[in-house]
């Protein structure tokens, strides 16, 4: 017996497809509760454009727990609007399974970006690069740490998940911030909240007190982005161990 591939298993056998308005050219990547592909759109006029499409996976489709998440990332991340974290431009339905459309990003994330570098060059990324990529990272995470909903109420946002796999470079340059899938707000702001006891994030870009899952605030992102810098200047990374639990120690 075979294994399926990505793509088989989930159910691109044939491509493109149509999804909605969308058609699915590519998978791009499979995480815990979620599929992200790349796709496109056409309309009247020749007008044509690639874009992203995040859905839930089909055997979540009918949990309400996860479609509850899957709704507040789509509330939160398409109220934000900053130069340095992707947008998201909708949240939709479509042959009963849950997206987000959002902006196709032409690049590569952070991480195979400095892999890359080290392996060609035997050194990290030039200091002034590394610089000012973390240097517009903040800048993305000060807009959202500083977001207010309609009433002016800060939202209290955390991202939580702040590494270089979640740090995307367009071709430009540009620093992206993605998935605000974890992110956590004020107590009551969002539906769906994390479990007490349960960790979210990568654990060797974690703040001390999240390690320990205590109550955060923005300054946890800001030591993520922190550890994130220190691994580009050194190359090499500030917390680690054969396993998850001598990396939190």
Same mark, same amino acid.
């Given at each position: 017996? +075979?294994?399926?591939?990505?793509?088989?298993? !989930?159910?691109?056998?044939?491509? =493109?497809? =149509?999804? *909605?308005?969308?058609?699915?050219?590519?998978? %791009?990547?499979?995480?815990?509760?979620?599929?992200?592909?790349?796709?496109?759109?056409?309309?009247?006029?020749?007008? #044509?454009?690639?874009?992203?499409?995040? &859905?839930?996976?089909?055997?979540?489709?009918?949990? =309400?727990?996860?479609?509850?998440?899957?709704?507040?990332?789509?509330?939160?991340?398409?109220? %934000?609007?900053?130069? @340095?974290?992707?947008?998201?431009?909708?949240?939709?339905?479509?042959?009963?399974?849950?997206?987000? /459309?959002?902006?196709?990003?032409?690049?590569?994330?952070?991480?195979?970006?400095?892999?890359?570098?080290?392996?060609?060059?035997?050194?990290?990324?030039?200091?002034?690069?590394?610089?000012?990529?973390?240097?517009?990272?903040?800048?993305?995470?000060?807009?959202? #740490?500083?977001?207010?909903?309609? +009433?002016?109420?800060? %939202?209290?946002?955390? #991202?939580?998940?702040?590494?270089?796999? @979640? $740090?995307?470079?367009? &071709?430009?340059?540009?620093?992206?911030?993605?998935?605000?899938?974890?992110?956590? !707000?004020?107590?009551?702001?969002?539906?769906?909240?994390? /479990? !007490?006891?349960? %960790?979210?994030?990568?654990?060797?870009?974690?703040?001390?007190?999240? /390690?320990? *899952?205590?109550?955060?605030?923005?300054?946890?992102?800001?030591?993520?982005?922190? $550890?994130?810098?220190?691994?580009?200047?050194?190359? &090499?990374?500030?917390?680690? *161990?054969? !396993? @998850?639990?001598? $990396?939190?120690?």
């Amino acid at each position: 017996m +075979t294994e399926e591939t990505p793509q088989e298993a !989930a159910g691109l056998t044939g491509l =493109p497809i =149509p999804f *909605g308005r969308y058609q699915i050219l590519e998978l %791009l990547a499979v995480g815990g509760m979620a599929e992200v592909y790349r796709a496109s759109e056409t309309g009247p006029g020749g007008f #044509h454009r690639q874009l992203v499409i995040k &859905r839930v996976k089909p055997k979540y489709a009918s949990n =309400p727990s996860f479609i509850q998440m899957f709704v507040d990332e789509a509330k939160l991340s398409a109220s %934000l609007s900053h130069p @340095n974290i992707v947008s998201v431009f909708e949240f939709g339905e479509a042959g009963g399974n849950y997206y987000l /459309a959002m902006e196709y990003l032409d690049g590569l994330h952070l991480q195979a970006v400095h892999v890359r570098h080290v392996q060609r060059r035997k050194a990290p990324l030039p200091w002034p690069a590394s610089l000012l990529i973390v240097r517009d990272v903040l800048r993305g995470l000060e807009y959202a #740490h500083s977001f207010c909903d309609a +009433t002016g109420q800060s %939202l209290g946002l955390v #991202h939580r998940d702040i590494n270089l796999v @979640n $740090i995307m470079m367009r &071709r430009d340059g540009t620093p992206k911030i993605l998935d605000f899938g974890i992110a956590k !707000a004020k107590a009551g702001i969002r539906g769906a909240e994390t /479990a !007490a006891g349960v %960790l979210k994030g990568k654990f060797g870009y974690m703040s001390p007190e999240q /390690a320990e *899952g205590r109550p955060l605030d923005r300054r946890s992102d800001v030591f993520s982005a922190a $550890i994130v810098l220190h691994e580009l200047l050194t190359g &090499r990374r500030l917390f680690w *161990g054969n !396993a @998850n639990l001598a $990396i939190l120690r």
